[in-house]
């Protein structure tokens, strides 16, 4: 063997090693937290109000309120997310406003997330008096998931061969009959891929939602958007910072809850990019 | 005619959803700032920036910056210095070295990487790597800047290897090529001409690795020891900007002082943060021509 | 035979950025002719061809001045869907939507705005009719487009053009892609239509345009060189270059 090829092997070995250092700790950490929460997650944990200062009983308030988090998110961020990146790519002419649009998503995909907390509470909680609330809380989210669901957006809308556009303004189509006919229905697939991702990260996030939406201990379903909830984020960080002598099954449990509806998210955003590249027609 | 109204709301709607956009940046930071300005009223914004004592609730209280800014400073490049030697050969590896089946896997344990949940990974600091680095290294605690950088390390990891990987398999086969046509091996190839070409990516990546680790929250609140003191290692207990924020918040009255030292740290952060994703924008767009 | 001009261009400027692919263009198309467009690549055959319904502005840099006359207006008074109606286009390769064969040609009139269900398979059947493809697609009307061949791909495009009823059909190369016998197919419905519709064709191929039109334009570097009857141009042609390129010197 060469003295290249030595230096060659021993390169290789350092990269493969440094890869191991990332990959293994992620394996053992992902092991753990299964291993420790699976035993104590079952039904009645699932669909039971904490009990006796969060000691005991399940998280259903704070498993239903990640979801309607999840949804309040949705309903705000993807129409919006949607029609900004259909300006980007269909409506916008290179100018100062386009220019001041595409800094503006680079910048909000940048902004610390307790810094949206921060907006949220001066903005929406306080400002527009909606009070510590589902509502404030979906909208600070909503904005977070903006940069996300307009960066996919674009590249799904970008995907759509031009072709189509000419075909369809060609036969006299508007703009919008053009984009809602012949763009938007081959665009869906990534549009929902980069949703789907976007609200996973939404669902794990605890900061913006600390002091827009979170209830610390509020074992009932909550009754309107006007209300607060628990979510499941903030529970796990409540009860391993703020609650002393909790039982460690519960914590654990709770993190693999939490991890677990992340990773389906995940995987269904897998699921569907997948499937729809196998379906793919041009 | 119906057509044309159509027409015109739709597009209406679409731009001002454009517009919305910028609208929310401008609002997240007029609100910092007007909120910031009330505390400069009060409090000396020199002071504020270059005070090296954070004591809300004392009498008079005191709201120096310092100590804040040096925990993110200190768990920042604690976790910088550890994230990116690993992302960077990481991503060498996945991009050249690993047979297409083996970097499927890695790729997805990256995404996995990448999908947990900060709160998680705090919670993971306190009840196993604090202990564990405490008993290991024979730290009073461990609960110090040593466990937030490690964990802010890997979560920066993900956003580091996908853009640096991105940028090296994106640098042109015939640079490759003329490479091996000279004999040269492929670590060869790699060190000394895809890594230079792609260094542009690599750069953006690192930027927005940093982005993420000053911003990050809920991982520096748990597991850090929450002292906003000076530091002077990262073996001890120390206090970011944003656990400052996250933590000091829920106790303050609105409209108090103290209040609008936190909404002030924002905007400090927002600037940091602004000013680190222009610059890894810029060397993004370098690498796209 | 007294031809009616359906519509011309006075002094026609394209330009894309600063590069002007057709200079001061004066040309008259007659109502119902089929008028053949050769010349080189880059001669700006398919920018006059997509000047006349206004296609070339769908690029940002494109800009244009003269005067472009259509059956006694200025084309600049009719809002782009009306006047890309009234005017449609065959593209070079056969571009059909993933959708199936009637949606495909139903497209242009549902976003015109025609609802009613009999109505829409009437203008499918007739279409298609006309395109000489009906028979051959009948039984599988929703059948994805894109599992035809490439002829009747292009046999579709056409019946879609059609089902939005123009006055005027331009084709830009329609049969780039395809074999002999689909471009007979395609060259005999363009014969049939001629009754009812004015067709102008952009074509690469001179043969084609001999067989197929009744006038012939020949273009050059953005210059129309010359434009006469097709018999004429490619037996006594005026201009040494359009002889030149006729007889395969160049181009």
Redesign the interface.
């Known amino acids: 063997m060469s003295a290249?090829?030595k230096?060659?092997t021993a390169?290789?070995f350092?990269?493969?090693f440094?890869?191991m250092?990332?990959?293994i700790?992620?394996?053992l950490?992902?092991a753990?937290?299964v291993f420790k929460g699976i035993g104590a997650v079952n039904w009645s944990f699932l669909t039971e109000a904490p009990r006796n200062g969060m000691k005991e009983g399940g998280i259903f308030p704070a498993i239903v309120g990640t979801i309607i988090l999840i949804i309040g998110t949705m309903i705000f961020s993807l129409?919006?997310g949607v029609?900004?990146a259909?300006?980007?790519v269909?409506?916008?002419?290179?100018n100062f406003?386009?220019r001041?649009?595409k800094?503006?998503?680079?910048?909000?995909?940048?902004?610390?997330?307790?810094?949206?907390?921060?907006?949220g509470?001066?903005?929406f909680v306080?400002?527009l008096r909606l009070g510590t609330s589902i509502l404030a809380g979906s909208l600070t989210l909503a904005?977070m998931s903006?940069p996300v669901i307009?960066t996919a957006t674009k590249e799904a809308l970008e995907s759509v061969p031009a072709?189509?556009?000419?075909?369809?303004?060609?036969?006299?189509?508007?703009?919008?009959?053009t984009i809602r006919?012949?763009v938007l229905p081959?665009s869906i697939p990534g549009i929902l891929t980069g949703t789907v991702l976007s609200l996973?990260?939404a669902?794990?996030?605890?900061?913006p939602i600390?002091?827009t939406v979170a209830a610390f201990y509020l074992p009932r379903l909550p009754h309107s958007v006007f209300d607060q909830a628990m979510a499941l984020?903030?529970h796990?960080?409540a009860i391993?910072?703020q609650v002393p002598n909790i039982p460690?099954k519960i914590?654990?449990a709770t993190?693999f809850v939490?991890?677990a509806l992340?990773?389906l998210m995940?995987l269904g955003s897998i699921i569907l990019r997948a499937r729809f590249r196998k379906k793919k027609?041009? | 005619m119906s057509?044309k109204i159509?027409?015109f709301g739709?597009?209406g709607?679409?731009?001002?959803?454009?517009l919305?956009?910028?609208i929310?940046?401008i609002?997240?930071f007029l609100?910092?700032l007007k909120?910031s300005l009330s505390l400069f009223g009060v409090y000396p914004f020199k002071d504020f920036l270059t005070g090296t004592k954070w004591l809300p609730v004392s009498d008079p209280p005191k709201f120096g910056i310092v100590p804040l800014l040096l925990g993110s400073i200190y768990v920042t490049v604690g976790a910088i210095v550890i994230c990116v030697?690993?992302?960077v050969?990481?991503a060498?590896?996945?991009a050249e070295?690993?047979p297409a089946g083996f970097k499927h896997i890695?790729k997805s344990?990256?995404?996995?990487?990448a999908?947990?949940?900060?709160?998680?990974l705090?919670?993971?600091g306190?009840?196993?790597l604090g202990p564990f680095l405490k008993t290991t290294f024979h730290l009073s605690t461990g609960m110090c800047g040593l466990t937030g950088s490690l964990l802010l390390a890997?979560m920066a990891?993900p956003t580091i290897?996908s853009i640096s990987e991105d940028a090296i398999v994106s640098v042109p086969k015939s640079y490759k090529e003329a490479a091996f046509g000279l004999g040269a091996?492929?670590?060869?190839t790699l060190?000394r001409i895809i890594l230079p070409a792609a260094s542009s990516g690599i750069i953006a990546s690192i930027m927005?690795g940093i982005?993420r680790v000053?911003?990050?929250?809920?991982v520096v609140?748990?597991v850090t020891g929450n002292s906003p003191i000076i530091p002077h290692t990262l073996l001890q207990p120390l206090r970011t900007l944003?656990a400052t924020?996250?933590g000091e918040?829920?106790e303050t009255v609105?409209g108090s002082d103290h209040y609008y030292a936190?909404?002030a740290t924002?905007l400090i952060?927002?600037i940091i943060?602004?000013l680190?994703?222009?610059i890894?924008?810029i060397y993004l767009q370098r690498t796209k021509k | 035979m007294v031809n009616e001009v359906i519509i011309q261009t006075i002094d026609l400027n394209c330009c894309f950025e600063k590069n002007c692919v057709l200079k001061s263009l004066n040309i008259d198309v007659y109502k119902n002719e089929i008028l053949g467009v050769i010349g080189p690549a880059n001669s700006g055959k398919s920018t006059f061809l997509r000047a006349l319904?206004r296609?070339n502005y769908?690029d940002?840099s494109y800009s244009q001045t003269g005067e472009i006359i259509f059956e006694g207006k200025d084309i600049g008074i009719l809002p782009?869907?009306?006047?890309?109606?009234k005017i449609?286009?065959v593209?070079a390769m056969p571009?059909v939507?993933?959708v199936s064969i009637f949606n495909n040609v139903a497209?242009?009139p549902?976003?015109?705005d025609v609802k009613d269900k009999n109505r829409l398979e009437e203008i499918v059947e007739t279409s298609l009719q006309k395109a000489h493809l009906w028979e051959e697609v009948k039984d599988r009307l929703d059948m994805?487009a894109?599992k035809l061949s490439g002829g009747q791909q292009q046999r579709l495009c056409l019946a879609?053009?059609l089902a939005?009823e123009p006055d005027i059909i331009l084709y830009d190369e329609p049969c780039s892609g395809l074999d002999p016998i689909s471009t007979a197919k395609v060259e005999d419905t363009m014969q049939q239509l001629k009754e009812n519709y004015t067709q102008i064709l952009v074509t690469n191929n001179t043969k084609q345009a001999a067989r197929v039109s009744g006038r012939c334009a020949f273009f050059l570097m953005g210059d129309l060189v010359e434009i006469d009857d097709t018999d004429t141009l490619f037996t006594n042609p005026r201009d040494g270059r359009t002889n030149d390129y006729i007889t395969g010197r160049f181009g």
């Open positions: 290249a090829q230096r060659q390169a290789f350092i990269l493969g440094a890869t250092l990332v990959v700790p992620i394996i950490t992902m753990y937290v129409p919006l029609l900004a259909i300006y980007l269909e409506y916008a002419k290179d406003f386009t001041l649009i800094l503006s998503v680079v910048n909000l995909s940048g902004v610390p997330s307790i810094v949206y907390g921060l907006f509470f001066g903005l306080l400002f904005i903006l307009i072709s189509f556009r000419e075909i369809s303004l060609s036969l006299g189509a508007t703009k919008w009959q006919n012949c081959y996973s990260r669902a794990g996030e605890t900061a600390l002091f984020s903030y796990l960080y391993a910072t460690p914590s654990f993190a939490l991890i992340v990773f995940n027609l041009w | 057509r159509r027409e739709v597009e709607c679409i731009k001002l959803s454009g919305l956009v910028i929310f940046v609002l997240i609100l910092l909120e030697p690993l992302g050969a990481s060498m590896f996945i070295v690993a890695l344990l990256i995404e996995i990487l999908s947990i949940p900060s709160v998680v705090g919670f993971i306190i009840v196993w890997y990891l290897i091996t492929r670590w060869q060190w927005l982005g000053i911003g990050e929250t809920m609140l748990m944003t924020i996250a918040m829920g609105s936190l909404f924002g952060l927002f943060t602004f680190i994703n222009l890894a924008d | 319904n296609l769908l940002p782009d869907s009306i006047l890309r109606r449609g286009i593209f571009q939507l993933p497209y242009g549902k976003v015109h994805p894109m879609r053009t939005v």
